[in-house]
Nanobody, 128 residues
Framework: QVQLVESGGGLVQAGGSLRLSCAASVRTFSAYNMVWFRQAPGKEREFVAAIPWNWISRVTHYADSLKGRFTISRDNAKKTVYLQMNSLRPEDTAVYSC???????????????????WGQGTQVTVSS
């Protein structure tokens, strides 16, 4: 069983930055693919960024609209994945959730169907 706890959300003005954290309670965190999704009011959940378990390749994945503003990273020693969000816009307002799945499961890391474990989410509100 994997438990995920997000933190770092809050209220920020447009143009500002936030760093979200997702701490995992699992023995082999390094064996899990990690991802961030977000869901705005009245909208479907959407993919934000993913980082594979084998990050040694330094390959990460982003929603096209977020490239250059958001950066996903992980610290396996701390069992934590991060989402650095810069140049925030009001349309970034959403509940941001992290999720995990074992690294060898396969599938499209951009699809929420791949992930077995989800955090409760953290609210990010960007004011104009």
């Amino acid at each position: 069983q994997v438990q995920l706890v997000e933190s770092g959300g809050g209220l920020v003005q447009a143009g500002g930055s936030l760093r979200l954290s997702c701490a995992a309670s699992v023995r082999t965190f390094s064996a899990y693919n990690m991802v961030w999704f977000r869901q705005a009011p009245g909208k479907e959940r959407e993919f934000v960024a993913a980082i594979p378990w084998n990050w040694i390749s330094r390959v990460t994945h982003y929603a096209d609209s977020l490239k250059g503003r958001f950066t996903i990273s992980r610290d396996n020693a701390k069992k934590t994945v991060y989402l650095q969000m810069n140049s925030l816009r009001p349309e970034d307002t959403a509940v941001y959730s992290c999720a995990a799945c074992v690294g060898d499961r396969g599938g499209d890391l951009r699809s929420e169907d791949v992930y077995d474990y989800w955090g409760q989410g953290t609210q990010v509100t960007v004011s104009s």
